[in-house]
């Protein structure tokens, strides 16, 4: 999938501070974004996708509040039962009512995900583009991107999975420190797009005139080149709110990831996949929230895309 992003508008002054003249880069981000909107909402599958995300989201922050039941809560009549008044999806062999294990279990995937994908985007434009930046210096500078591209392409052939394992083990499974092993191991792929789309813009007339005013090499990294690859990091976040998902889960699946008590997709799918002969609820209801949670992100990234891009014809006419 092509990630063709547009630049955003050059910022070589700083609005916040330009005098009365400060409201018109406001209008035009404004106007901007309402033009990315109008477009985005052009895109029925991707207003599906916004819609089904929202109220999965939804789901997981009140679902709790429409039963009497924790997610650790033990139904010792209740043991593999079906689907009832008491129990509507059911219970597992533990006697856990599945409606309540299926809510914290999405709001702790979501949680998972959507704080890994924001720290590796955030480090990812941070290396990427102040590696960009050093390249376009003096020699000592080109080292300083050749140190960083190094690190990035070593962290990229590390096997990530074992790592992971082992940190998982090392936290008895604690989904915060499955949080930092996903965030170190997965900001490098995107860090090293960040650096290529952003070595096109460093020798851009704006960065140029940013370093004759007398910028500083951090304020025309977090001025200039990383708002212009805006469009291109929201799109990633997006798109790697799903992959964090699906990776989350799989680690859990197998016994890598969150561990009982606590409890993710993924240890909902591992404790339905033995039983899903005799009681099929437990693994139907953890599967189905997780195909609409990838595939809501997979529209919803297409959606921004596609709405980002004023190339694409997804979107309609503006």
């Known amino acids: ?7 955003l508008a050059p910022t070589v002054g700083d609005g916040a501070d330009d005098g009365p003249g400060a409201t018109a880069p406001r209008r035009r981000r404004g106007a901007r974004a309402a033009l990315v909107w109008r477009r985005y909402r052009r895109n029925r599958p991707a207003m599906a996708g916004l819609v089904v995300f929202g109220l999965l989201v939804l789901f997981s922050l009140v679902g709790g509040l429409l039963s009497p039941y924790d997610h650790t809560d033990v139904d010792f009549a209740a043991l593999t039962a079906a689907p009832s008044l008491d129990h509507p999806l059911g219970t ?3 006697g856990n009512d599945v409606y309540a294990q299926a809510v914290h279990g999405l709001q702790r995937s979501l949680t998972i995900a959507v704080t890994v ?3 590796t985007t955030l480090i990812a434009a941070v290396v990427g583009a102040g590696a960009a930046y050093l390249g376009g210096g003096r020699t000592w500078a080109r080292r300083g991107e050749r140190a960083l591209l190094t690190v990035v392409h070593f962290l990229m052939v590390v096997p990530s999975f074992l790592i992971l ?3 998982s083990q090392w936290g008895s499974g604690d989904y915060r420190i499955l949080i930092v092993a996903l965030t170190l191991l997965g900001w490098m792929t ?4 960040v650096w290529t789309v ?7 007339e704006y960065v140029s005139a940013a370093r004759f005013m007398g910028v500083t090499g951090p304020g025309i990294v977090f001025r200039h080149l990383i708002p212009n690859i805006g469009s291109l990091l929201i799109v990633t976040f997006t798109l790697n709110v799903a992959s964090t998902v699906q990776s989350e889960t799989a680690l859990s699946f197998i016994g890598f990831g969150v561990q009982i008590p606590d409890v993710s997709l993924g240890t909902m799918l591992a404790d339905g996949g033995s039983s899903m002969a005799t009681a099929p609820w437990i693994f ?3 599967s189905v929230l997780l195909v609409l949670l990838t595939a809501s992100l997979a529209f919803v990234g297409d959606g921004l895309r596609d709405a980002l891009d004023p190339t694409s014809r997804a979107g309609g006419r503006a």
């Open 1 to 7: 999938m092509s990630l063709n992003m547009p630049e």
């Open 92 to 94: 597992t062999a533990g």
């Open 117 to 119: 994908s924001l720290l």
């Open 165 to 167: 394992a082992l940190a």
């Open 190 to 193: 995107t860090a090293r797009v």
């Open 198 to 204: 952003a070595t096109t813009l460093r020798e851009r």
């Open 284 to 286: 139907i209801v953890p």
